[in-house]
């Protein structure tokens, strides 16, 4: 150990190596980089991007399927200056034990703002939806629930944190659940999306494929959203799971084997 | 045989390593600096990039400041062991970064490598030395910063509607504030986290500091924190000014005026007053302690004081 110290000591107390070592480890690092000035193939000219953009963007316009759950009306609308895909769903036939309350003529509203380009990231998706309802929102709180993604090979899960909470003006009350998806997660931060985004940037050189959801289930006026919450959870799993098939997982080339 | 002569006198030759370290620093950043430029003059680059566009001055400045310190920096002291190994790390961390290909990682590798440097050839010192262009280039790389903070400004955004709200009411205008949207005539406006006027914060807070740098006011600290307060007034109210036309001239239906406030040389026209403000502030700060001589060296027992 003190031999080792002695040397890096001697060695950097030499001019020589002082003034030379920086110039090689730059030298290096141009040498690597040079190929670039011939093909113009700097990184920051090709930032990462989302390889499954327009798949994603296709739920604007069909929305997305829920098993147990028909959709009674789709609709493209402008939310806070975006596009969101806005559907009235109720349970099947009865499916639902828990879901009494929600018929066709009280449905559960799906809101979904896919990305909308490649820079596109999560802002202030919440606070444009309260805005475009005249909402008055509170009982703030979470709700966690997993989301499975079954593919035929493997089955993986990962946990969602949602913001829940109550939303109401003078005709209806709603039991809120608000959560960014993406395909390994969900979260209503944007600083959990941002982290997921930067791993995977790392990673494969790509971004994180992101989806605004925000479900809205009626209750009672002014009623207890607690009562609703193993609803909101066991729907907020569903969409999660179908956002991951439907929407995360690149739709295999008819070309492949 | 003649080529080996003169290539080991240029190696024996005191400027050849540093000449050498200026053209590599050139080839792997020159092409990211032109990058940026293009990105914040012609608004090309992302709208978290586009807060930093106070480099295209201060980056110039920052340079501006190294050549001018340039005499002084051959006659600090050799660094200590800690001190050169660790700018040695930092260097190549640094490169590592830019080699990684993730862009927001190339940007960090420029301030790393240059802090890097100052580290591994004269410590602690050469840090000191060079903290101010050292800062300057920090606080002008572009980052994922604003996006990071983007979600604690709402408070501020309901502060400038409520206020702005406030303001066009007494006007005798029928306004409605609901969180950060402002209703007029059955129009909207959300003052949405640029807009509330963040970039304008960041630009005339770097402003000031390259002010503060070039008066010398940064050693006379009551001053720097009076500065400091006052560029945040001053922006935030300029700010609420702002909000207050967009909202007028939205609400009116006066599609043209909004345009030119918003987009065209409207808002250059506010930002280059806002910046010449700053002067006239500090100018003012000036004259308010006139005890503490700003421009010359103040002694060491007032810098104890203050």
């Known amino acids: 150990m003190e031999a080792i110290q002695t040397v890096l000591a001697s060695l950097s107390r030499s001019s020589l190596v002082r003034r030379l070592l920086p110039v090689g480890l730059l030298a290096i690092a141009a040498i690597i980089i040079t190929p670039n000035y011939i093909t113009g193939a700097w990184a920051w000219e090709q930032p990462p991007q989302t390889a499954i953009l327009s798949q994603i963007r296709a739920l604007r316009d069909t929305g997305l399927d829920l098993p147990d759950w028909q959709t009674l009306e789709q609709k493209t609308t402008e939310i806070g200056g975006h596009q969101w895909s806005v559907q009235a769903i109720a349970p099947s036939d009865g499916s639902l034990p828990d879901s009494d309350r929600i018929s066709p003529q009280r449905p559960v509203y799906l809101f979904l703002r896919p990305q909308a380009d490649h820079a596109d990231q999560p802002q202030v998706e919440w606070v444009d939806i309260n805005g475009a309802y005249d909402w008055t929102t509170d009982r703030l709180r979470r709700i966690e629930f997993s989301g499975f993604a079954s593919s035929p090979t493997a089955t993986s899960s990962h946990s969602v944190i949602a913001r829940y909470l109550r939303g109401w003006n003078l005709d209806q009350t709603f039991a809120v659940v608000q959560w960014y998806a993406w395909k390994t997660g969900g979260s209503a931060s944007t600083l959990d999306w941002f982290l997921a985004d930067q791993a995977i940037q790392w990673r494969d050189r790509q971004r994180q494929p992101w989806v605004a959801v925000s479900l809205l289930i009626p209750i009672e006026p002014l009623g207890d959203i607690e009562q609703s919450r193993s609803l909101a959870a066991t729907l907020g799993q569903t969409v999660q799971a179908s956002l991951v098939e439907q929407a995360f997982t690149p739709v295999a080339t008819s070309g492949e084997p | ?306």
């Open chain 2, 1 to 306: 045989m003649s080529l080996k002569v003169t290539s080991s006198k240029l190696v024996h030759s005191r400027r050849a390593p540093e000449m050498a370290l200026w053209g590599l620093l050139l080839v792997l950043y020159g092409p990211l600096l032109l990058h940026w430029y293009d990105g914040w003059l012609n608004k090309s680059i992302s709208l978290e990039h586009e807060y930093f566009s106070h480099g295209v001055i201060g980056l110039p400045f920052a340079a501006y400041l190294l050549w001018q310190r340039r005499d002084r920096w051959p006659q600090l002291p050799s660094p200590s062991l800690a001190g050169s190994l660790s700018g040695g790390l930092l260097l190549i961390f640094g490169l590592a970064l830019y080699l990684s290909g993730v862009p927001d990682a190339i940007n960090f590798s420029l301030p790393i490598v240059l802090t890097g440097l100052c580290l591994w050839f004269k410590g602690r010192a050469g840090l000191t030395q060079m903290g101010f262009p050292l800062l300057l280039v920090w606080l002008a790389t572009p980052t994922q910063m604003p996006y990071l903070i983007a979600p604690y400004t709402l408070p501020l955004q309901r502060f400038i509607a409520g206020v702005a709200g406030f303001i066009l009411f007494q006007i005798g205008l029928d306004v409605q504030v609901e969180q950060i949207y402002l209703f007029v005539n059955d129009r909207i406006v959300e003052v949405a986290p640029h807009c509330a006027g963040l970039k304008m914060l960041f630009t005339s807070l770097y402003v000031g500091l390259m002010l503060l740098i070039w008066t010398g006011t940064w050693k006379a600290r009551t001053k720097v924190i009076t500065f400091g307060v006052g560029i945040v007034l001053l922006s935030v109210s300029a700010n609420i000014l702002r909000n207050t036309f967009l909202t007028l001239f939205h609400g009116t239906g006066n599609t043209q005026a909004f345009d030119w406030l918003h987009e065209s040389w409207g808002g250059d026209l506010y930002s280059a007053g806002l910046l010449g403000s700053l002067v006239l502030l500090l100018n003012a700060i000036d004259r308010w302690f006139p005890g503490d001589p700003s421009s010359s060296l103040p002694s060491p027992s007032q810098e104890q004081e203050c």
